[in-house]
């Protein structure tokens, strides 16, 4: 997959991977969820329809479901990996085929600031046991 680096994107990722495995670590329970969630900004009102500053407002969001495992086997671990590397083709050939749609692409507001690499605000957030941290 092509990708560009940036600095601000890829400091953030890092953190919130080390916020994801700190908690995985620490607790009883060895699942988590990272979500990516991509908004827009748009004008907020008051009840009044008084213009009242900017809101982000979600367009899209993406769950990485993420289970800590430790197989017991040779043939345990070669299981986990055939079927970790079907589930990520699997997730893959999805994301491709939605964003390569027309729906997936009119899912997509409208580029108003083409500051950075991500003209949408993204916000990072991290669960263990369904518990948001970091």
């Known amino acids: ?3 560009v680096e940036d600095y601000e994107i890829n400091k953030l990722v890092d953190e919130k991977v080390d916020i994801f495995w700190k908690g995985i670590e620490s607790g009883a329970n060895k699942r988590g969820q990272i979500l990516v969630t991509f908004s827009e900004k748009k004008p907020k009102k008051s009840w009044f329809q008084v213009y009242v500053g900017e809101e982000d407002v979600p367009w899209e969001q993406w769950i990485v479901n993420a289970e800590l495992r430790q197989p017991k086997s040779d043939r345990d671990r070669q299981e986990f990996t055939n079927t970790l590397s079907a589930t990520l083709t699997k997730s893959l050939q999805i ?21 950075g690499i991500s003209p949408f605000p993204i916000r990072i957030t991290v669960k263990v046991d369904g518990v948001e941290v970091g």
């Not at 994301?95 to 500051?115: D, F, K, Q, Y």
């Open 1 to 3: 997959m092509p990708g």
């Open 95 to 115: 994301m491709l085929t939605h964003t390569s749609s027309g729906e997936g692409r009119a899912a997509v507001p409208l580029i108003t600031n083409a500051t």
